[in-house]
């Protein structure tokens, strides 16, 4: 159902673009998000957006990530810029409909995010 892209290595401070297209019909009324996972830690939230495109974002990537949706394309998108160490996670796309009928909580593969410091 989803089919995250865009990770890779970068140096300290560099940008990567995540992307996310999710199959199906019901792109519009979905909740779109990005979690990520460090080695040894939790899946933690990173930024969500809406289907109506209200933005929520992780305390730590406040000002730096910019999450974003095109309802034409299916496709919700992860700007990261002025990366950090510790922003070294396997991020995963997350698309979420709470209300309404069918519900559903789909997660995309994971793809690798690697910021040398």
């Known amino acids: 159902q989803l089919q995250a892209s865009g990770g890779g290595l970068v140096q300290a401070g560099g940008s990567l673009r995540l992307s996310c297209v999710f199959s199906g019909s019901l792109f519009t009324v979905t909740d779109m998000g990005w979690y990520r996972q460090a080695p040894g830690k939790q899946r933690e939230l990173v930024a969500v957006?809406?289907?109506?495109?209200?933005?929520n974002y992780a305390d730590p990537v406040k000002g730096r990530f910019t999450i974003s949706r095109d309802n034409a394309r299916n496709t919700v998108t992860l700007q990261m810029n002025s990366l950090k160490p510790e922003d070294t996670a396997v991020y995963y796309c997350?698309?979420?409909?709470?209300?309404?009928?069918?519900?559903?909580?789909?997660w995309g593969q994971g793809t690798q995010v690697t910021v040398s410091s």
């Open positions: 957006i809406t289907f109506g495109e209200l933005t």
């Open positions: 997350n698309a979420h409909r709470g209300s309404g009928w069918p519900r559903y909580d789909y």
